[in-house]
């Protein structure tokens, strides 16, 4: 029944407006922090490592938490339409299985984005820094965990589209994680807050790794926030009604 939800949930990305979002987000972010690097080269002096600081700046902190509440306010937008919920919660499927196949779905796309960010990276480092070495490979380790930790914004952005018939709404309060997460990460507070996790795996506006010392830390939080917010869709589902719209 989950494949079926998940097969369900990939033909609405067929031909989806998202995409244009997929690509336009990740270039213009890309650009602004090359621009950036080129505009201060006398401070930002560790190549690859600066590029990837100005990279990641904005990427993080706006853009990756904006598409990721897109993604999802994009998939809930069918159920909000008219008496969906009551025929979804009349099917013979557990409502929780079309939560997760949806949760599947954006980390996939989430996958996606990101690689074709360490693309335009490479490129960028590439073609307008001069680089003529390779990127630094911890990069990709950092992508990587920049994945796990945005688990927990996937789930969360998910949830509030679930509950929220607003497709504005919901993208809003992600791009407000974002900053909320950068604050509270400059405090130290980054276990703390789901949208911090995402910064700190992808080692934002940073040259050395800030996770050397936590990695047991941030792998406790980044699956407890995702069984927490998890925990609670159970509940909103087996609890809640959310058929009555």
């Not at 008219?82 to 949760?103: D, T």
């Amino acid at each position: 029944m989950l494949l079926r939800c998940i097969r369900a949930e990939n033909r609405k990305l067929h031909a989806s407006p998202i995409w244009f979002m997929f690509f336009i987000l990740p270039i213009i972010s890309a650009g602004y922090g090359t621009f950036n690097y080129l505009q201060n080269l006398e401070i930002l002096r560790d190549g690859w490592y600066s590029l990837w600081t100005q990279h990641t700046l904005f990427y993080s902190l706006f853009f990756f938490p904006c598409m990721v509440a897109v993604y999802a306010a994009y998939l809930w937008r069918l159920e909000h339409i008219g008496h969906n919920w009551n025929l979804i919660m009349a099917e013979p499927v557990p409502p929780f299985y079309l939560f997760l196949a949806k949760l599947l779905v954006v980390t996939k796309l989430v996958l996606l984005t990101q690689a074709f960010v360490f693309v335009l990276y490479w490129f960028c480092g590439r073609v307008f820094a001069g680089f003529t070495a390779p990127p630094p490979a911890i990069t990709i380790f950092y992508l990587v965990r920049s994945v796990l930790g945005g688990l927990a914004v996937v789930a969360a952005q998910l949830l509030f589209s679930m509950v929220i018939r607003s497709f504005a709404l919901p993208v809003f309060l992600g791009l407000a994680g974002g900053v909320s997460g950068m604050l509270l990460a400059s405090r130290g507070y980054w276990y703390v807050w789901p949208y911090c996790l995402m910064q700190r795996g992808m080692n934002a506006n940073q040259s050395s790794d800030m996770l050397a010392d936590s990695y047991l830390g941030f792998a406790l939080a980044c699956v407890g926030w995702l069984a927490l917010i998890l925990l609670a869709v159970q509940l909103l589902l087996s609890h809640q009604d959310v058929k009555v719209r």
